[in-house]
């Protein structure tokens, strides 16, 4: 089985409100071992950060200014997770985000749903440890992970 870890980070908490992904980071995984094979992209949101995102996500518009948009790597990006079991903590989070820069880019480009599984691993949490902080660093700490590696609050 082919499984997928992907995150994003974004220039604020809703699509709906004009926010965009400025950042996908992918882990493969073949049969729940690492292939070593990865995807990763910082990307030009064409806007700015809502108050308070950029401080989160630890980027900046003048980093990202010279990156390329969405458009321009998706085509890489549907290649690397076309068909794989993606493992998504808050998946309606990040999935919301990239069905929107699918849309954007073209409705040919569909949805990820109808291109992969999507698993969440805050719904698993949830009810696994019911009525518990389940944010990715409070897990890390009830399972005794080491998470020292990550940035600020990010997965990369």
Sequence with gaps: MRQVILDTETTGLSWERGCRVVEIGCVEFM????????FHCYINPGCDFEPGAAEVTGL????????P???EIVEDFIAFIDGAELIIHNADFDVGFLDNELRLCGAHYGCLS????????L???RKRFPGQRNSLDAL????????SHRQLHGDR
Excluded at 60 to 67: M, P, Q, V
Excluded at 114 to 121: G, H, K, L, Q, S
């Design 69 to 71: 948009r969405f458009r």
């Design 114 to 121: 109808a291109r992969c599984r999507v698993e969440d691993t």
């Design 140 to 147: 890390c700490r009830r399972l005794g992970v080491d998470n």
């Design 60 to 67: 900046t518009l003048d980093f990202l200014s010279d990156k």
């Design 123 to 125: 719904m698993m949490a």
């Design 31 to 38: 049969e729940r071992r690492p292939t070593g094979r990865t």
